[in-house]
C-alpha cells in the first residue's frame, strides 16, 4: 500500500516549456487535489476533483490544467512555464465529501528558470 | 487569500516542554484539521476536531476549538526531538472538499 506517490520528485523547466506532474493514489479515495507551497504562503489549492470525471477550480489555478485519469490518477499541467510556477507540488487524497483527512504524497520540487 | 493564520510562526522549545500552537480563520467551518510536515516531506494529517467539538485528544495532542472565536490551537505535550516540524491547520468550510491551509508553525525541538 504505497498512498499516495507523484512522479517526477524533481524537474527543472525553461521558461515556455510544458511539462505534466503525475499522481496517483491506492486507496480508493473519491477526492484528489492539487497544491502549490511556496515559503511563507502554506499550501494553495490549485484544483480539485470530488470524484471520477470531475474537477474544479482551487484558490490559483491560472497556468494550470488537470484531468483525472481515473479514479486512481489525477494529473496536473503546466502547458508553457513560468518563473512564477516554480514551487513545490503536492498531490492529495481524500476518502469522501466531507472534508475528512487528506493525504499527501511526497512532492515535486520544480524550478523554472 | 489564505484564511488560517498562524502563531507563533517559529516555536523553539527544549524536550519535554510542552508547545502550543495557535490557528485563527475567519469564517464557518465544519471542521478544522492540523497536519505536521517534516522538512522535504508531504503533510501528514494529525488530528481533526469537527466544529460542534470543543477538545479532541490523541496520543500526546490535544486540541481545542473556540469557534466564536474563531480559533483553535495544538498543544503537544512533553515534546521530543522527533516533533520537529512544521505545523499546519486546516479549516474544512462549507464549500466542499476545499481546505484552507494556514502558513504554518515551524517547531524545533532541541535534545
Given at each position: 500500500?504505497?498512498?499516495?506517490?507523484?512522479?517526477?520528485?524533481?524537474?527543472?523547466?525553461?521558461?515556455?516549456?510544458?511539462?505534466?506532474?503525475?499522481?496517483?493514489?491506492?486507496?480508493n479515495?473519491n477526492?484528489?487535489?492539487?497544491?502549490?507551497q511556496d515559503?511563507?504562503?502554506g499550501?494553495?489549492l490549485?484544483?480539485?476533483?470530488?470524484?471520477e470525471?470531475?474537477?474544479?477550480?482551487g484558490?490559483?489555478?491560472?497556468?494550470?490544467?488537470?484531468?483525472?485519469?481515473n479514479?486512481?490518477?489525477?494529473?496536473?499541467?503546466l502547458?508553457?512555464a513560468?518563473?512564477?510556477?516554480?514551487?513545490?507540488?503536492?498531490?492529495?487524497?481524500?476518502?469522501d465529501?466531507?472534508?475528512g483527512?487528506?493525504?499527501?504524497?511526497?512532492?515535486?520540487?520544480?524550478?523554472?528558470? | 487569500?489564505?484564511?488560517?493564520?498562524?502563531?507563533?510562526?517559529?516555536?523553539?522549545?527544549?524536550e519535554?516542554?510542552?508547545a502550543t500552537?495557535?490557528?485563527?480563520?475567519?469564517?464557518?467551518?465544519n471542521?478544522?484539521?492540523?497536519?505536521r510536515?517534516?522538512s522535504?516531506?508531504?503533510?501528514?494529517?494529525?488530528i481533526?476536531?469537527?466544529?460542534?467539538?470543543?477538545?479532541k485528544?490523541s496520543?500526546?495532542?490535544?486540541?481545542t476549538?473556540?469557534?466564536?472565536?474563531k480559533?483553535s490551537?495544538?498543544?503537544?505535550?512533553?515534546?521530543?526531538?522527533a516533533?520537529?516540524?512544521?505545523?499546519?491547520?486546516?479549516?474544512?468550510?462549507?464549500?466542499?472538499?476545499?481546505?484552507?491551509?494556514?502558513?504554518?508553525?515551524i517547531?524545533?525541538?532541541?535534545p
Amino acid at each position: 500500500n504505497a498512498g499516495v506517490t507523484q512522479t517526477p520528485k524533481f524537474q527543472v523547466l525553461k521558461t515556455g516549456q510544458s511539462m505534466t506532474l503525475q499522481c496517483a493514489q491506492d486507496m480508493n479515495h473519491n477526492s484528489m487535489y492539487w497544491y502549490r507551497q511556496d515559503p511563507g504562503m502554506g499550501l494553495r489549492l490549485i484544483y480539485y476533483s470530488a470524484s471520477e470525471g470531475t474537477t474544479d477550480k482551487g484558490e490559483v489555478p491560472n497556468g494550470y490544467n488537470v484531468s483525472r485519469l481515473n479514479k486512481r490518477e489525477f494529473s496536473l499541467r503546466l502547458e508553457s512555464a513560468a518563473p512564477s510556477q516554480t514551487s513545490v507540488y503536492f498531490c492529495a487524497s481524500s476518502e469522501d465529501r466531507e472534508q475528512g483527512p487528506q493525504y499527501f504524497g511526497p512532492g515535486t520540487r520544480l524550478l523554472v528558470l | 487569500s489564505q484564511q488560517g493564520e498562524e502563531d507563533p510562526q517559529a516555536l523553539s522549545i527544549q524536550e519535554g516542554e510542552n508547545a502550543t500552537m495557535n490557528c485563527s480563520y475567519k469564517t464557518s467551518i465544519n471542521n478544522l484539521q492540523w497536519y505536521r510536515q517534516n522538512s522535504g516531506r508531504g503533510l501528514v494529517h494529525l488530528i481533526l476536531i469537527r466544529s460542534n467539538e470543543r477538545e479532541k485528544h490523541s496520543g500526546r495532542l490535544r486540541v481545542t476549538l473556540d469557534t466564536s472565536k474563531k480559533s483553535s490551537s495544538l498543544l503537544i505535550t512533553a515534546s521530543r526531538a522527533a516533533d520537529t516540524a512544521s505545523y499546519f491547520c486546516a479549516s474544512g468550510g462549507t464549500s466542499y472538499g476545499k481546505l484552507t491551509f494556514g502558513q504554518g508553525t515551524i517547531l524545533t525541538v532541541h535534545p
